[in-house]
């Protein structure tokens, strides 16, 4: 049996490496703030100021998480074959313009035209293109700086709910949209193209062999077979993770707890994934990245099959299932870049993003469907389910490490 190689890699040098982590700190909190977490403040004044119905004003999310999904094997491309900087530049260049049209929009056609441009801006902007420059940059000592990015993107809500609070108070939803915008030109973009530096040289192959292009993977047969166990097991924690964070006041409300003290139980999951990196940052290089992946997978299922026996309580069963969700975000990030190697990793990155991405996308509207079909308790066997096959997809994964060891 192959054992897990001892310990992290020393990092790699890095010129500015503090400056390159903090500009992606901050544009990543920003572009989750201004994307994927903007509605949650925004969708009912929109709705109220504008008629157009809520359905539709949400359903423009959902859009942009699938044009995402379909755009991220390319950005995933240009990232192998042009670097980071260039590509998260334009992402947030794309944010600026789809928030200016959301913000500018007279019709609802329009506003969903924003979104899609948004969801061009998400592909490039977010974590798996933020992981694929670091892992561009540090190579295979990239894991500490994607934990590190982790934290940083882990206070978007808590810095962007409040503050599109105060905006939508002070200058209305659509001068909101356009607030954020002027910070995705004038704050994002500056930020990431003055501090990320540009792609370095590859080295030259060995003596006797044919360099292979950027963008064009070559697994061998284990390792194909690993990559669809994690692509699986992406894809399964993504539909779970958009359904419980659309649906969990519902899910809760079905095991008798009340909204207030509903909404002061989904508020422990934030700090559980805090304390879940914050474990990782100080252990992590003691493990492979395949026992994150594992220890999430735990975490997450004791949570929801603990919430849906109804004999837990149900702020432990939150802890449970927001430390592994914290976790599972960096083993997302550290575990194909151990597996597979930093030459491929951009790419490898983007072919895991899309199917995630695009089931994410549909996740709401299947847990709307089984609600409205057989209520909350419908969604519960559904997660529940999900996440005990998500389990045994990781446990098949580690088992099959255990063997054969990272086929990179």
């Keep these: 049996m192959a054992a897990d190689p001892p310990g992290e890699p020393a990092a790699a040098p890095m010129p500015h490496g503090r400056r390159i982590l903090v500009a992606l700190g901050i544009t990543q909190i920003l572009a989750w703030g201004t994307s994927f977490y903007l509605l949650t403040v925004l969708a009912g004044p929109i709705a109220e100021d504008t008629g157009w119905p809520l359905t539709f004003v949400v359903g423009g999310f959902s859009a942009a998480l699938l044009v995402s999904g379909l755009a991220a094997p390319k950005v995933g491309r240009l990232i192998a074959r042009h670097g980071g900087r260039g590509v998260l530049a334009g992402g947030a260049a794309l944010m600026g313009a789809g928030l200016a049209l959301l913000g500018l929009s007279p019709t609802l056609p329009v506003f969903l035209a924003g979104w899609l441009i948004i969801g061009l801006a998400m592909s490039a902007s977010l974590y798996d293109p933020a992981f694929s420059t670091l892992g561009s940059l540090y190579g295979k000592a990239a894991r500490r700086p994607i934990t590190t990015l982790t934290l940083f993107g882990g206070f978007?809500?808590?810095?962007?709910?409040?503050?599109?609070?105060?905006?939508?108070?002070?200058?209305?939803?659509?001068?909101?949209?356009?607030?954020?915008?002027?910070?995705?030109?004038?704050?994002?973009?500056?930020l990431l193209l003055s501090c990320l530096p540009r792609k370095a040289a590859a080295p030259p192959p060995p003596n006797g062999t044919a360099a292979r292009p950027a963008g064009s993977p070559d697994l061998s047969p284990r390792g194909r077979r690993m990559f669809?166990?994690?692509?699986?097991?992406?894809?399964?924690?993504?539909?779970?993770?958009?359904?419980?964070?659309?649906?969990?006041?519902?899910?809760?409300?079905?095991?008798?707890?009340?909204?207030?003290?509903?909404?002061?139980?989904?508020?422990l999951i934030g700090p559980s994934q805090v304390g879940g990196r914050l474990f990782e940052i100080a252990f992590g290089r003691h493990y492979h990245p395949i026992r994150t992946l594992?220890?999430?997978?735990?975490?997450?299922?004791?949570?929801?099959?603990?919430?849906?026996?109804?004999?837990?309580?149900?702020?432990?069963?939150?802890?449970?299932?927001?430390?592994?969700?914290?976790?599972?975000?960096?083993?997302?990030?550290?575990?194909?870049?151990?597996?597979?190697?930093?030459?491929?990793?951009?790419?490898?990155?983007?072919?895991?993003?899309m199917p995630t991405l695009v089931a994410q996308a549909l996740a709401p509207s299947a847990g709307a469907f089984l609600i409205d079909r057989g209520g909350a308790e419908a969604v519960f066997v559904m997660v529940a389910g999900l996440a005990a096959a998500n389990l045994c997809v990781v446990l098949t994964l580690a088992i099959l490490h255990a063997r054969w060891g990272d086929p990179a």
């Design 156 to 190: 978007a809500s808590t810095v962007c709910w409040p503050l599109s609070a105060w905006l939508v108070e002070t200058v209305g939803w659509r001068g909101t949209c356009l607030a954020y915008a002027a910070i995705q030109i004038g704050l994002s973009l500056p």
């Design 228 to 267: 669809l166990l994690l692509a699986a097991a992406l894809v399964i924690a993504g539909i779970i993770a958009t359904t419980m964070s659309v649906h969990l006041i519902a899910l809760l409300d079905a095991r008798g707890v009340a909204l207030a003290a509903a909404v002061s139980m989904g508020m």
């Design 294 to 353: 594992t220890a999430a997978a735990i975490l997450g299922a004791t949570g929801i099959l603990l919430l849906y026996s109804g004999l837990s309580i149900p702020a432990l069963a939150l802890v449970f299932y927001g430390s592994g969700l914290g976790i599972w975000t960096i083993a997302r990030g550290a575990l194909p870049l151990a597996l597979f190697g930093p030459g491929d990793y951009p790419v490898l990155m983007g072919r895991l993003a």
